[in-house]
């Protein structure tokens, strides 16, 4: 097992690339705290896990909300004596209220930024001293390729959420090396999450999205999560500020 006795912290853990990570985190050996909003989705995932012979806990937290970020973690610790792994996963995506920078709302920029943004500083903030007091540990951000590209056009708050998370990956990286403490991104494309099903509900624009990948299809969650496994590992040992695509070769094109 490739995580064995290792402690994960993989926030938005109940849907999506969240569940995917939480899951397989779990068959590799680690306990795994699934830190999410929505209790139905958290504790469905944990069950899942648990029934599989596997280490689970849900943990109801807004990660956006210092309180909540700062309980979740101690709990975390209180459960499992610390943390090596944590997965900044959760992320919101406003369809059809992002907008132009003159057509924006401020209260769409505030929330975008609060959960996809402020939340990765903030787990961070509260797990790193743990990982200071393990001798190291492993941060995985999950990023997009809006963050690097105007492949986006509209979505002027979530692309910029994004680009703030490719920055941060990069200082946290250099600030904490000697730490021991490695800090990467995972970089998804398209991905069939609950995120955008919305938007894949329109045939026409999947078909589009589906036809800019030079490997015809969209991501799933099974595609991104063995990425996570190797980032969480000592497999990586030499891996940190770096940005790993997952996007079936979107940017390529």
């Known amino acids: 097992m490739r995580l064995k006795d290792k402690v994960a912290i993989v926030t938005g853990g109940g849907a999506g690339i969240g569940r995917a990570?939480?899951?397989?985190?779990?068959?590799?050996?680690?306990?795994?705290?699934?830190?999410?909003i929505c209790a139905a989705t958290g504790e469905a995932v944990a069950r899942a896990i648990a029934g599989g012979g596997?280490?689970?806990?849900?943990?109801?937290?807004?990660?956006?909300?210092?309180?909540?970020?700062?309980?979740?973690?101690?709990?975390?610790?209180?459960?499992?004596?610390?943390?090596?792994?944590?997965?900044?996963?959760?992320?919101?995506?406003?369809?059809?209220?992002d907008a132009r920078a003159h057509d924006l709302a401020?209260?769409?920029?505030?929330?975008?930024?609060?959960?996809?943004l402020r939340s990765v500083w903030l787990c961070s903030k509260y797990v790193i001293p743990s990982m200071l007091a393990r001798g190291g540990g492993s941060i995985i951000h999950v990023a997009s390729p809006t963050g690097l590209t105007g492949c986006a056009p509209t979505y002027t708050t979530y692309s910029t959420s994004k680009g703030g998370v490719f920055?941060?990956?990069?200082?946290?990286?250099?600030?904490?090396?000697?730490d021991h403490i490695r800090v990467?991104?995972?970089?998804?494309?398209?991905?069939e999450t609950p995120?955008?099903?919305?938007?894949?509900?329109?045939?026409?624009?999947?078909?589009?999205?589906?036809?800019?990948?030079?490997?015809?299809?969209?991501?799933?969650?099974?595609?991104?999560a063995p990425l996570a496994v190797f980032l969480g590992s000592d497999e990586s040992r030499y891996c940190t500020g770096g940005f790993y695509m997952v996007d079936g070769g979107m940017l390529a094109v």
């Open 21 to 36: 990570v939480a899951e397989l985190y779990a068959r590799e050996g680690a306990c795994v705290v699934i830190a999410e």
């Open 106 to 116: 401020e209260e769409v920029w505030d929330r975008t930024m609060a959960v996809n």
């Open 195 to 224: 995120l955008i099903a919305s938007l894949l509900a329109d045939r026409q624009l999947r078909a589009r999205l589906e036809a800019k990948s030079p490997l015809g299809r969209l991501g799933t969650p099974e595609d991104v």
């Open 54 to 97: 596997g280490k689970a806990t849900f943990i109801c937290c807004d990660v956006s909300q210092t309180q909540e970020v700062k309980a979740m973690v101690e709990e975390a610790v209180r459960q499992y004596g610390g943390v090596d792994i944590l997965v900044n996963n959760a992320g919101v995506q406003m369809h059809g209220a």
């Open 184 to 191: 990467n991104a995972i970089v998804p494309g398209t991905t």
């Open 167 to 178: 920055a941060l990956t990069r200082i946290m990286a250099v600030d904490y090396g000697r």
